[in-house]
């Protein structure tokens, strides 16, 4: 994969630019933010907030570059996504305290939001960690290593979680015939 910023962001950040860590975070908290929210849903944003500040504490101790920080990134976020599954199987969410959602007024923006939410809804439904593995690779853009780094696994291990996990994703698709997902929602921004 090749570097999505300059080598010497990651360096600058680290020596207290603030300027340097914006720019990181304008790089990697749109692809965070789809992962987390493939991985838990609701609350994403928050786990993801907690996530950069716990990095930006860290930073002096980060050592590495771009692809580094972004697979330390990733993996900061997964410890913490980690954490709101365990807080959230102690004290269960209500979901029917939530006000219904009004389609009238919808647009061309919110439906490609709801593409994005129903694909990670259904990624959601595989395996933990296949669903893990595969929103860390497509949605994350993470190669093979960085998903075996993250996930504390093996590379061989990985492929076979995506590639489960694909499988199984289509399976669901045409078990469902499910219509109107977009499946290259997961890659498009936010």
């Known amino acids: 994969?090749?570097?999505?910023?300059?080598?010497?962001?990651?360096?600058?950040?680290?020596?207290?630019?603030?300027?340097?860590?914006?720019?990181?975070?304008?790089?990697?908290?749109?692809?965070?933010?789809?992962?987390?929210?493939?991985?838990?849903?609701?609350?994403?944003?928050?786990?993801?907030?907690?996530?950069?500040?716990?990095?930006?504490?860290?930073?002096?101790?980060?050592?590495?570059?771009?692809?580094?920080?972004?697979?330390?990134?990733?993996?900061?976020?997964?410890?913490?996504?980690?954490?709101?599954?365990?807080?959230?199987?102690?004290r269960p969410e209500d979901l029917a305290a939530r006000p219904p959602v009004d389609p009238v007024g919808r647009d061309a923006a919110a439906d490609q939001v709801d593409d994005l939410a129903a694909a990670l809804a259904l990624v959601r439904r595989l395996p933990p960690e296949q669903a893990d593995a595969v929103l860390l690779r497509v949605v994350g853009d993470l190669d093979v290593a960085e998903v075996a780094a993250v996930m504390g696994r093996s590379q061989g291990s990985v492929r076979v979680l995506v590639h489960r996990g694909l499988r199984r994703l289509q399976a669901i698709l045409e078990e469902e015939r499910v219509t109107g997902v977009d499946p290259t929602a997961l890659y498009r921004e936010q």
């Open 1 to 90: 994969m090749s570097s999505p910023f300059p080598e010497s962001l990651v360096a600058l950040a680290r020596a207290g630019d603030e300027a340097a860590l914006t720019m990181l975070w304008r790089e990697l908290n749109p692809p965070l933010l789809r992962y987390l929210r493939g991985r838990i849903g609701d609350g994403a944003e928050d786990v993801a907030a907690q996530a950069w500040l716990d990095a930006a504490r860290r930073l002096g101790e980060f050592e590495g570059n771009d692809l580094d920080f972004r697979r330390w990134m990733f993996t900061i976020a997964r410890h913490r996504s980690i954490d709101e599954v365990r807080r959230r199987g102690r």
